[in-house]
């Protein structure tokens, strides 16, 4: 599988300068800062499709959410931890 040229959209990418730890942090407050740097994004979409989260399984923030697994984590309601819960659909 190819898969495209990401040096392009990459150095745009808002994360750019960002530790790999914030970037491929699993937890909603370890992430922070990298969800608000794709708040401002110009390059969101590129990124997803050049990680593919779903389909990789990814671990950390991409386009603007979370993933763990591969799958968008949703912040649990009503409660005032950072805990989370993964979103609904099929495993495997």
Known sequence: MLL???SSWQAAAACAGLSPSVVFARRPQQAAPALRACAACLV???CEDAVAPAESWFDGVCAGRLWRNGRPVV???GRSSAGV???GGPRG
């Open 4 to 6: 495209p040229d990401s």
């Open 44 to 46: 969101r979409r590129e």
């Open 75 to 77: 912040p649990r309601r």
């Open 85 to 87: 819960a993964h979103s």
